[in-house]
């Protein structure tokens, strides 16, 4: 079974950056899908950011677009999200993801991380 491990959460100031990771073990990944979700106090797990291990290409949802970076070592098997001009509307627990479906929504995910709060201030 794949494992994910997210790290990276914490406070920040609204405007400001904060990086999160995502570890993959268990098995190396060879291609498929992997993606960040996030999901706030009482809000439906909301799609962030996906990228595609083998050729690097992305896909951002729409609050993440023009903000956000998704990105991948595949040397370390870990998956980053790089995020910008931070809003305190994108306070919540962030999850790591994994999944060849992963892109039809939460139900198409295979492995969930545990995921990591990020809560930013106004």
């Known amino acids: 079974q794949v494992q994910l491990v997210e790290s990276g959460g914490g406070l920040a100031q609204a405007g400001g950056s904060l990086a999160l990771s995502c570890l993959a073990s268990g098995r190396t990944f060879t291609g498929g899908l ?15 950011a996906a990228i595609n291990w083998s050729t690097g290409g ?42 060849a479906r992963l892109l039809q929504g939460v139900n198409g995910v295979g492995y969930w991380g545990k995921g990591t709060l990020v809560t930013v201030s106004s």
């Open 58 to 99: 992305t896909l951002y949802g729409v609050s993440a677009k023009g903000r956000f970076t998704i990105s991948r070592d595949n040397a370390k098997n870990t998956m980053y999200l790089q995020m910008s001009s931070l809003k305190p509307e994108d306070t919540a627990v962030y999850y790591c993801a994994a999944g």
């Open 34 to 48: 992997m993606g960040w979700f996030r999901q706030a106090p009482g809000k439906e797990r909301e799609f962030v």
